[in-house]
């Protein structure tokens, strides 16, 4: 018989907008059940870059992600969440004046609401296509950075022009030999401070831009990279020694199970009311990056306010008919769970 646990509120992923959501839900007395398909907390931010410094979280002029995820945590904790880590939420359904979710180790969680926190879905890097790349993937390959003392005094290749790149592009000059940033064209799609504080970097030769250079080729064996051969779109081709390649292509983007619920969808995306964050199913809702409205910015500071406004209107889904008299934490503090 599986275990069917009773919550006010399941809460479908553990990053940080999820977590911050077991807060919010809990100030207004609302009991939440967090399910994340990872082993652990913290979504991207625990699985992709525990280490990356995010400059744009209010009162922390920098605060690294896994620090973010242990602070989000400790602040959830007074409320008591249950936790089901490691396992996908593969079926959905209502019943009984209550959803019903299957997960894939066998449990049924019930739930009067339901909040999808879900990021991007399931995520993984999208691979350059380079001949035999698996075989140095995970040795001197890597899609993500977990730990910056790994790459001290290496020489590094990193390629892409979007955030990640020239984030850890700025990050790891810090402790490697040598980077070396790879880029199709000399403009990049980073933030514009980052940008300029890379090229700074690139004129105090710090930091080698590849420009405008594609991957062609890379050299090695026993799973060592040793060389990178880069080429421009006329032909003309680099070889980069290099102890360690860092692909950041992005991540290619799935909602899995979700997109079957039967919820409205906008290019990937849910779609939700943007006062309340409720989708086109009513009782679920949908915060941070997998929400969509109109001027929807991609931030965890838009996420933490989507759940805000997702647990104050699942609260009268749990007390229904109870009059609420709204107060701020600074007056209230934090009620016991």
């Known amino acids: 018989m599986p275990d069917r ?7 479908v992923g553990a990053g940080p907008v999820g977590l911050f959501a077991v807060f919010e839900c809990g100030m207004v007395k609302v009991r939440a059940h967090v399910i994340d398909a990872l082993d652990m907390i913290g979504g991207q931010c625990a699985a992709l870059y525990p280490e990356k ?13 896994e620090e973010l995820i242990r602070k989000l945590a400790e602040q959830a904790a007074p409320f008591k969440p249950t936790y089901t880590l490691g396992q996908q939420v593969t079926s959905l359904t209502r019943s009984d004046g209550a959803f019903r979710l299957g997960t894939s180790g066998g449990m049924e969680i ?9 990021g991007v879905g399931a995520f993984g890097p999208n691979r350059p296509p380079l001949a035999g790349i698996e075989a140095f993937e995970g040795k001197s390959v890597h899609y993500l950075v977990k730990k910056r003392e790994d790459f001290r005094g290496k020489r590094i290749v990193i ?5 990640s790149a020239v984030d850890w592009a700025l990050s790891l000059s810090e402790v490697a030999a040598k980077v070396m940033v790879v880029h199709r064209r000399p403009k990049f799609r980073a933030a514009p401070e980052s940008e300029a504080r890379l090229k700074a970097l690139a004129d105090a030769g710090r930091i080698e831009l590849v420009v405008p250079y594609q991957l062609k080729a890379l050299d090695g064996a026993g799973g060592q990279v040793s060389k990178i051969v880069v080429a421009t779109l006329d032909g003309k081709e680099r070889a980069l020694d290099c102890d360690a390649l860092l692909p950041f292509f992005g991540l290619s ?23 309340t964050c409720e989708t086109s199913e009513a009782g679920i809702f949908a915060i941070g990056d997998v929400a969509h409205y109109p001027g929807k910015l ?23 008919g109870e009059v609420f008299h709204f107060e701020y934490s600074t007056t209230q503090g934090v009620p016991a769970a």
């Open 159 to 163: 390629a892409g022009g979007g955030d």
């Open 298 to 320: 991609k931030l965890i500071l838009s996420g933490f306010a989507e759940a805000a406004a997702a647990a104050h209107a699942i609260r009268a889904i749990v007390y229904p």
């Open 5 to 11: 646990p009773t919550t006010d509120v399941a809460i």
């Open 253 to 275: 983007m799935n909602l899995g199970p979700i997109a079957e619920w039967g919820l409205a969808l906008q290019k990937g995306q849910i779609e939700v009311q943007p006062s």
């Open 53 to 65: 410094p995010i400059f744009d979280i209010p009162g922390h002029p920098r605060i690294d992600a």
């Open 110 to 118: 019930r739930a009067k609401a339901v909040i999808v926190a879900a």
